[in-house]
Nanobody, 120 residues
């Protein structure tokens, strides 16, 4: 599976962005998908994930209520809608695919990352 993340950019605090992650291959629906992020000088952390089977989502406490992850299996794409952005959300965001959903970064496939900068 090849993953391509897009949608990052510069946004003011309180603003919104939507990230997209397109996947190649015909078996996209068989993968759990997740978003991770890595801020400068910090370790990569789990942000959100979506199960392959029922589409249920899981979020890190730091983004719960502000971010929403979804998937469109017909388009082989997952999305991360980010609202009420804060400066501490600044990071490179990565999408990842795996046969099961986990909050650890033990994923089989990774996209290249897209930079989100929240600043006034």
């Amino acid at each position: 599976v090849q993953l391509q993340a897009s949608g990052g950019g510069l946004v003011q605090p309180g603003g919104s962005l939507r990230l997209s992650c397109g996947a190649s291959g015909r078996t996209f629906s068989s993968y759990a998908m997740a978003w991770f992020r890595q801020a400068p000088g910090k370790e990569r952390e789990f942000v959100a994930g979506i199960r392959r089977s029922d589409g249920n989502t899981v979020y890190a406490d730091s983004v719960k209520g502000r971010f929403a992850m979804s998937r469109d299996n017909a388009k082989n794409t997952v999305y991360l809608q980010m609202n009420s952005l804060k400066p501490e959300d600044t990071a490179v965001y990565y999408c990842a695919a795996n046969t099961y959903l986990t909050v650890s970064d033990d994923y089989d496939y990774w996209g290249q990352g897209t930079l989100v900068t929240v600043s006034s």
